[in-house]
C-alpha cells in the first residue's frame, strides 16, 4: 500500500518543476489572447514531456501544444469550470499529491545514503544470496539411443569427443563447434536436455555414459568448466539498492508519523468473516 503511495509520488514530481517569475515580454515565445507563454515555460514543458514520454518532440511542435493547451485553459476558464464541484475536488486532490511529493522530496533530501551506506547493503544481500553453477558443456545429438550407445563406446575407445561431434551430431551449429554450447545455467541444461542432475553428476572432461533423452533427440554431453555465475557489479545495481533503501526510510518515516498522531477509524471497510 505504502509503495503505491511513494510511487504517485515520484509521478507527481514532475510538477515540482520550477515555475517562472513574470517574465518580461521579450522573454516570451508566444502570447495568446493577450496571455504571455515564456521561455522558461517552454522549457519546463519540454522536461516534463521528455520525462514522460521519452520521445523527440521537435521544437515547432511543442510550442504549438503549449499554444492548444493555453487556448483550452482559457476557453475553460471563460466556461466557469473553475468553479465546478468536481473541479475544486480534483484540485485539492492535486494539491495533496503534490504536498506528498515535496514532503517525500524535503524528507529524502534531509537524510541522504551515501555511498558506503549502499554498499553495505549491496553486501548484505550478497551474503544472503545461495550463487547458482553453470557449466560450460558439449553434447552430441542424434536420433535413436542405439546410435548414441554407439557413439559411447567410440568414446570409451578414446575417439574425442569434438570430432565425433563434427562427424554425427545432428545439431549442425555446435556440430561445426565441436560439439560446443557454452556457458549454461541449470534451468538451460533443463530446457535443452530436460535434465540437469545428468550434467551436475559429471566431473570436468567428463561425459555421461547413459544417452539422456530430450524431445529433440538423444544426447551425449560432456562437462568442459564450471564456475560460479558472477554477481552484478555493486555500480550496477546501486540506484536500485538506493530506491529500495528510500522505501525503507519513507515507511519507517510514516510509522513515527503514525505513533505521534491521533486517528480514529469511524468505519469497518473490511467485509466480516462468517
Known amino acids: 500500500m505504502f509503495k503505491s503511495v511513494v510511487r504517485t509520488c515520484v509521478l507527481s514530481a514532475v510538477f515540482l518543476l520550477p515555475l517562472p517569475s513574470h517574465a518580461a515580454p521579450t522573454d516570451s515565445v508566444a502570447i495568446v489572447n493577450g496571455e504571455t507563454i515564456t521561455r522558461q515555460d517552454y522549457k519546463n514543458y519540454a522536461k516534463a514531456r521528455a520525462e514522460q514520454t521519452r520521445a523527440n518532440v521537435t521544437p515547432d511542435v511543442l510550442l504549438e501544444e503549449l499554444i492548444q493547451r493555453e487556448l483550452l485553459k482559457q476557453d475553460a476558464l471563460k466556461n466557469g469550470l473553475d468553479k465546478r464541484p468536481e473541479f475544486i475536488q480534483k484540485l485539492e486532490y492535486i494539491r495533496n499529491s503534490l504536498l506528498m511529493a515535496m514532503g517525500t522530496h ?20 550478497v551474503a544472503k544470496l545461495k550463487v547458482p553453477k553453470e557449466y560450460k558443456v558439449r553434447h552430441i545429438l542424434v536420433k535413436t539411443k542405439t546410435e548414441a550407445k554407439a557413439i559411447i ?19 549442425t551449429p555446435s556440430a561445426k563447434k565441436g560439439g560446443r554450447l557454452g556457458w549454461m545455467t541449470q534451468s538451460k541444461l533443463i530446457s535443452n536436455f530436460g535434465t540437469a542432475t545428468a550434467v551436475k553428476k559429471l566431473g570436468k572432461g567428463k ?25 552484478p557489479p555493486f555500480k550496477s545495481v546501486k540506484d536500485r539498492i538506493r530506491a529500495a533503501l528510500q522505501l525503507q526510510q519513507m515507511q519507517t518515516y510514516v510509522d513515527e508519523l503514525k505513533k505521534q498522531a491521533k486517528i480514529q477509524i469511524s468505519v469497518t471497510l473490511s467485509p466480516k468473516k462468517e
Open 153 to 171: 563406446a567410440e568414446l570409451d575407445k578414446g575417439k574425442a569427443f569434438s570430432k565425433l561431434a563434427k562427424e554425427k551430431s545432428r545439431d
Open 207 to 231: 561425459y555421461t555414459t547413459n544417452p539422456v533423452k530430450s524431445r529433440f533427440g538423444w544426447h551425449l554431453i560432456q562437462l568442459d568448466k564450471i564456475r560460479t555465475a558472477a554477481l
Open 106 to 125: 524535503d524528507y529524502l533530501s534531509k537524510h541522504p545514503l551515501d555511498d558506503a551506506t549502499l554498499k553495505r547493503e549491496y553486501d548484505k544481500q
